[in-house]
């Protein structure tokens, strides 16, 4: 599948009821050859309205650390599991995620990034391990077969506790040495 068709046949999903509900498909945004691929968990507000993942105040929080790292959002690729808004931005639900998972499944193959970054606890958890602990394994780098996958604070989570922008700095800087070694 190429990137139109993938695009299109997520657009037109219907296998869950947030679907319907939704304004836009979130679908990603990037470079789609990057060599890192950062994902959260399901579209915000502001993303849904928008179509694009990232850009309400958690993503904009988000592109300061790309921007602190010499990065911007060009060079990257950012996607979510889940590719429709949950009620009330609620955690996505086990059922949702195994209904998109397979699109995300596919960005990656697409994609094909050296370095895949989980962006909070309910990605690390999908992605890296179900019991992931977001507070003790946030930078720690994973091999999931062919891909090095790691975890940091979801950008929402450092905004309700600035005392982690820190650890997320430090993660950052380990991503972009990750990158350039």
């Known amino acids: 599948?190429?990137?139109?068709?993938?695009e299109n046949s997520c657009r037109?999903?219907?296998?869950?009821?947030?679907?319907?509900?939704?304004k836009n498909c979130v679908f990603g945004c990037g470079n789609q050859n990057a060599d890192i691929m950062f994902i959260g968990e399901a579209p915000g507000q502001s993303e849904d309205e928008m179509g694009i993942?990232?850009?309400?105040?958690?993503?904009?929080?988000?592109?300061?650390?790309?921007t602190a790292l010499g990065m911007d959002r060009?060079?990257?690729?950012?996607?979510?599991?889940?590719?429709?808004?949950?009620?009330?931005?609620r955690d996505p639900l086990p059922e949702e995620q195994d209904n998109c998972i397979g699109y995300l499944r596919e960005q990656v193959k697409l994609v094909r990034p050296k370095l895949i970054v989980c962006l909070g606890r309910i990605s690390a958890m999908r992605l890296i391990k179900p019991d992931f602990k977001i507070t003790k394994?946030?930078?720690?780098?994973?091999?999931?077969?062919?891909?090095?996958?790691?975890?940091?604070?979801?950008?929402?989570?450092?905004?309700?506790?600035p005392s982690k922008n820190q650890d997320?700095?430090?993660?950052?800087?380990?991503i972009s040495q990750f990158l350039n070694n």
């Open 74 to 89: 060009e060079e990257v690729y950012i996607a979510n599991i889940l590719k429709c808004r949950p009620d009330n931005n």
């Open 168 to 174: 997320m700095y430090i993660d950052m800087k380990k």
């Open 1 to 6: 599948m190429d990137w139109t068709e993938l």
């Open 12 to 22: 037109e999903c219907t296998k869950c009821s947030i679907g319907s509900k939704k």
């Open 53 to 66: 993942p990232f850009v309400g105040k958690a993503g904009k929080h988000f592109d300061k650390f790309l």
């Open 137 to 161: 394994e946030h930078g720690i780098f994973f091999k999931k077969g062919n891909y090095t996958v790691c975890a940091v604070y979801h950008p929402a989570a450092l905004l309700r506790d």
